[in-house]
């Protein structure tokens, strides 16, 4: 009986470690592949900046490219997340599709500013700076999850889910290039990020550009019969 408790004690603790060093491991090369890149990260500088071995990072993950596919679809995992729990709780409140709209804009644009990595790290992908995939994209599920909520919250048929399309990227876009030109645009336009009110002030410009855009382009095309404020 002692040497059987002992046992599964010590695997149990084995799996508990493994688990620690795997979200270990995805930490460091999130942190690295974003700000050096893809091609001037090693496995090796992986398991340092984790507190590993430097082999660690390869026996888990295999290689490289696997490395950072694990940490584009932990990334967009959260993002996922962030959308939904943002959706969910404006469809249980019972409010029309434009709080739903709202709850979504707001939870990703909180994600995007909390998650400075995952901007990085998109915008390396934009530019090329990642390997070539065999089969779908990790971003591609986090896409059509999003465009298909979109469709469905606004009664869109599928001869309107190109306007659907249009409105996701329209949203990713705003809450988007104001966070990566905080240095560069912003302060010629006399906005500062680091304002206390600034993050509130942008969701709130975004939610009312997105709503009244929404509710000429549905109204025009007969998805619905009027907007609602």
């Known amino acids: 009986m002692t040497s059987i408790t002992y046992s599964a004690s010590t695997t149990s603790d084995r799996e508990r470690n493994a688990a620690r ?5 995805l930490d460091a090369a ?31 993950f295999g290689s490289k490219a696997e490395l950072y596919r694990a940490v584009l679809e932990r990334s967009f995992a959260e993002a996922r997340q962030a ?55 990790p971003a591609l599920a986090a896409g059509q999850e999003a465009l298909t909520a979109i469709v469905q919250e606004l009664g869109l048929d599928g001869g309107r889910a190109r306007e659907a399309a249009h409105l996701l990227l329209s949203m990713v876009a705003l809450c988007w ?6 240095r560069t645009l912003l302060p010629t336009v006399g906005l500062d990020p680091g304002d206390p ?22 109204t025009a095309s007969g998805a619905v019969s009027h907007p609602r404020a």
Request: aromatic share 10%.
């Open 30 to 60: 999130e942190q690295l592949f974003a700000s050096r890149g893809y091609l001037a990260t090693s496995l090796n500088d992986v398991g340092q900046l984790a507190g590993l071995s430097r082999a660690t990072p390869g026996y888990f």
């Open 177 to 182: 290039f104001p966070l990566i030109h905080g």
């Open 83 to 137: 959308v939904i729990r943002g959706k969910d709780r404006a469809l249980a409140s019972g409010e029309p599709p434009e709080a739903v709209l709202t709850g979504v804009i707001r939870d990703y644009f909180d994600f995007l500013a909390t998650h400075p990595h995952f901007v990085r790290l998109m915008e390396r992908e934009a530019l090329g700076g990642g390997p070539e995939w065999d089969g779908p994209s």
């Open 21 to 25: 060093s795997r979200e270990a491991i």
């Open 197 to 218: 009110g600034y993050s509130e002030e942008r969701k709130r410009h975004i939610i009312d550009l997105i709503l009244h855009g929404v509710a000429g382009r549905l």
